[in-house]
């Protein structure tokens, strides 16, 4: 015969992984999970690089040599120069959109940049680039410099970049930029995963003990069922409806990985490894076993989903977290704030995530960060299972922290 846990948490299993949603989100979530990270990041880099564009500015002409000049260079660099002497007719233009701005000399040898979009960086540092190369080398000029020689023995030289692995004791050349961008949108991705699935599925145990609370079917339930039984049949079958689907997504990426690699024989960066996969099952895992008994803990002392919503803030907090701080986390993973958070088990799903999928980290501090949120999760269950023991059954009243509190002191 089955345990009556077994049972709770076969329902629990069965109910999720039979609905259509399930199936949906299962086969569409890591698409839409990554369109969340790649679609913001490229417009970004869209709206920045207007390189292949043909750019239409106007120029104030006062007659002088520096303005011929930066004229002659915006067109030999491709620019669309509206040339004119009268100011209200190019402001006229720039109002009527047939330019985008206009070059004003201000009469000491310099130049203002008059726009209606003064926040295009790509248009503004081209020009600021142009302008300044043009009154540099008029400079040198005057004084008996050849302009062309300072700027070659000027030009920058390129620096390469080689990463060293103490571990296996190799030297690899790398693509600074590019490796910039795997750190970061990686270890982002990853998280945004856990946080998404934390929440809906943490959110789904504390909804349905709500409604069980609410509808006094849980008055029945407890006559056949303890309450411990039916808190960790809730628990761990919802854990193993996101184990499943977590393990359908990662088998997915590292096929779809491998595929891409092999056909285009695209190098797979140390953040795509199947170790990466591996951690992040892990750190799902961990992470909502421990904010699924807090969510338990909290629907069975609240009254409706309002109310639950609200003694939830303080763990929707320590969710959020962690994404605020994933840039400068994969910026400088060594930092005393990325220690912490690493260490601290109610962030450390994501963040020690985010730095061992990022780089090397010290085993130890692997070790700790899970050590310490198996702990917590066997101490939080422990009082989850006391709160829920007692609050499952009190009705009529928003019950407050220091409630809790007080349930949790009780014999």
């Known amino acids: 015969m089955k345990s009556k846990l077994g049972i709770v948490l076969a329902y629990e299993f069965k109910k999720i992984v039979c609905k259509k949603s399930f199936i949906i989100v299962t086969i569409l979530g890591p698409f839409l999970m990554a369109a969340m990270v790649l679609i913001p990041s490229l417009s970004s880099l869209n709206s920045v690089d207007r390189s292949g564009e043909t750019i239409s500015i106007g120029i104030l002409s006062d007659g002088n040599a520096i ?13 669309n120069i509206v040339e004119k002497n009268d100011e209200e007719s190019l402001k006229a233009d720039v109002y009527g959109k047939t330019i985008e701005g206009y070059l004003a000399p201000d009469g000491n040898g310099a130049f203002g940049y008059y726009s209606t979009e003064t926040g295009d960086l790509y248009v503004h540092s081209a020009l600021q680039s142009i302008v300044s190369n043009v009154i540099i080398s008029n400079r040198l000029a005057q ?6 020689t300072v700027f070659g023995l000027m030009s920058q030289t390129e620096l390469p970049s080689y990463k060293l692995s103490e571990k296996e004791g190799t030297t690899e050349e790398t693509d600074s930029e590019g490796d910039y961008m795997m750190r970061l949108l990686v270890p982002l991705f990853f998280a945004l995963c856990i946080y998404m699935a934390i929440l809906l599925y943490g959110q789904s145990i504390g909804r349905s003990v709500v409604s069980e609370k609410s509808s006094k079917i849980v008055d029945v339930l407890l006559s056949s069922v303890k309450p411990d039984d039916l808190l960790m049949g809730k628990i761990f079958g919802v854990a193993l409806s996101g184990v499943l689907q977590f393990s359908i997504w990662i088998l997915f990426a590292l ?29 799902f895992l961990l992470g909502f076993l421990l904010y699924g008994a807090c969510y338990g803990a909290v629907g069975a002392a609240s009254e409706d989903e309002q109310h639950m919503a609200q003694l939830s803030y303080p763990f929707l907090l320590c969710l959020i977290v962690p994404i605020c701080f994933i840039s400068s986390i ?25 730095r061992v999928v990022g780089g090397e980290v010290p085993l130890w501090q692997l070790i700790l960060s899970i050590v310490l949120l198996v702990c917590s ?6 009082l989850s299972a006391k709160i829920f023991r007692v609050g499952i059954l009190l009705t009529g009243k928003n019950f407050k ?3 809790m509190k007080r349930w949790l002191t009780e014999k």
């Open 377 to 382: 999760i066997y101490l939080v269950m422990k």
């Open 255 to 283: 096929v779809g990985v491998s595929v891409v690699s092999s056909v285009t024989g695209f190098k797979i960066p140390v953040q795509l490894a199947p170790a990466s996969f591996i951690y992040l099952g892990v750190f």
């Open 67 to 79: 303005t011929y000049a930066v004229r002659d260079t915006l067109v030999a660099s491709g620019w």
């Open 401 to 403: 922290f220091k409630d």
């Open 143 to 148: 004084q008996g410099f050849d302009p062309q």
């Open 330 to 354: 994969s910026s400088n993973p060594n930092s005393t704030l990325a220690l912490f958070l690493s260490e601290f088990p109610f962030t450390s799903p994501m963040v020690m995530l985010t």
